[in-house]
């Protein structure tokens, strides 16, 4: 009898443990889930924090039309390295001249975007 009943509840003693190291993996599984589940929202807004960059031009003096889509205020706008200017505007119109080249545009956390404007003072369109 005392070994049945020492059986007895070393059995109850090992599905109790059973049953919370079950509930412990569950619960460590959701916290897994959880934090992938925020790990993939930082993710997204890290994306979402991002810029583009569309033009029309250029004019028939080399100006381009320039607009940034996202991004951090304040922008800054390039041909090739050259710093053409700093706005807080989303939309500017740059002096960008006939030569063409690289238009490039950087947001307060350097986040950038950036295109080729072709060469020739004639209306390239919209890009």
């Not at 070994?3 to 509930?23: E, N, P, R």
């Not at 004019?59 to 607009?67: A, E, F, H, I, R």
């Not at 989303?90 to 350097?110: I, R």
């Amino acid at each position: 009898m005392k070994t049945s009943s020492k059986l007895i509840a070393l059995l109850f003693v090992m599905s109790l443990v059973t049953y919370v190291s079950a509930q412990n993996l569950d619960n460590s599984s959701s916290s897994a889930t959880k934090e992938a589940s925020l790990k993939s929202d930082a993710v997204e807004a890290v994306e979402a924090t991002g810029i583009s960059l569309s033009w029309c031009g250029t004019g028939p003096y080399g100006q381009v039309d320039g607009s940034v889509y996202g991004g951090t205020a304040p922008y800054r706008w390039y041909q090739g390295g050259t710093l053409l200017m700093t706005t807080y505007s989303s939309s500017v119109t740059l002096n960008f001249g006939c030569n063409g080249g690289v238009l490039t545009v950087k947001d307060a956390n350097n986040n950038e975007d950036a295109d080729i404007v072709p060469q020739g003072c004639v209306d390239h369109g919209c890009n």
